[in-house]
C-alpha cells in the first residue's frame, strides 16, 4: 500500500511533535468541527479554516490548547485527508494507515476521521488545476478604518488622516489570517480602484 505509507509519514508526525496529546484534550465535538471545516476547505467550499477563532472557543470550554498546535493539528489532518484523496483510499485504507502508523491517536479521534472520511472523503477534488491553485492564499474579507494620529514621541503635531487596512486571508493550507497595515489617503484609493478592477 504505497498509498498509505504516505499518509503514514503525515501521521508519523503526530508523534514526534506531540500533536496526539493535544487532539486527546480535544472533545469531540470541536475535533469533529476541526474535520469538517479542512473537508470544505479542501472541496473549496470555504477559504479556509479560522483557527483562532476555533481555538478560543475550544479554550473558553475550558481545554488548554493554544493556536499553534491547534494549526499544527489542522495542517496533519489536512495533509492526511488530501494524501488519501490523492491516492483514492477507501474508508477501511484509512482507519488501517491510522491503526499501523499511530498508536497514540485517541479512539474518538479516529471515529471521527473516520466518519467524515466515510461521508465526504469522496467528495474531495483533486484536479489538476485545484491542486495548482491551493499553492496560493485566497482573499477573505477586507476592513478598514479612518483615523488621525494627532502628535506622537517623534513629531510634534501629525494631524493628517490614514487608513488601517486588515486584510483576512487564508493560507494554503486553509487557516485564516489577519494581515493589518497603515497607509494614506491617496494610496487607500489606489488600492479601493485595484480590487474594483478585480471584482
Known amino acids: 500500500m504505497a498509498a498509505g505509507s504516505v499518509a503514514v509519514r503525515a501521521l508519523e ?24 471545516q479542512i473537508i470544505q476547505h479542501l472541496n473549496h467550499k470555504i477559504p479556509g479554516v479560522n483557527i483562532a477563532e476555533l481555538c478560543q472557543r475550544i479554550q473558553t470550554s475550558g481545554i488548554e490548547i493554544n493556536v499553534g498546535d491547534l494549526a499544527k493539528i489542522a495542517n496533519i489532518i489536512s495533509f492526511l485527508f488530501s494524501t488519501a484523496a490523492r491516492n483514492n483510499l477507501s474508508t477501511e485504507e484509512l482507519v488501517a494507515t491510522l491503526g499501523n502508523a499511530v498508536s497514540a491517536l485517541p479512539k474518538h479521534a479516529v ?16 484536479s489538476e488545476d485545484a491542486r ?22 517623534t ?28 497607509m ?14 478585480l471584482l
Open 13 to 36: 508526525a503526530l508523534d514526534v511533535g506531540g500533536a496526539a496529546d493535544k487532539i486527546n484534550l480535544i472533545p469531540q465535538d470541536f475535533f469533529a468541527e476541526l474535520c469538517e
Open 111 to 126: 471515529q471521527v476521521i473516520r466518519h467524515i472520511w466515510n461521508e465526504q472523503g469522496k467528495s474531495i477534488s483533486v
Open 132 to 153: 495548482n491553485m491551493a499553492t496560493m492564499g485566497q482573499f477573505v474579507d477586507i476592513k478598514w478604518k479612518l483615523g488621525v494620529a494627532m502628535s506622537s514621541d
Open 155 to 182: 513629531c510634534r503635531s501629525l494631524k493628517y488622516p490614514y487608513v488601517t487596512v486588515t486584510l483576512k486571508v487564508a493560507d494554503p493550507s486553509g487557516q485564516i489570517t489577519d494581515k493589518s497595515f497603515e
Open 184 to 197: 494614506t489617503i491617496p494610496q487607500f484609493k489606489v488600492l479601493v480602484s485595484i480590487i474594483l478592477a
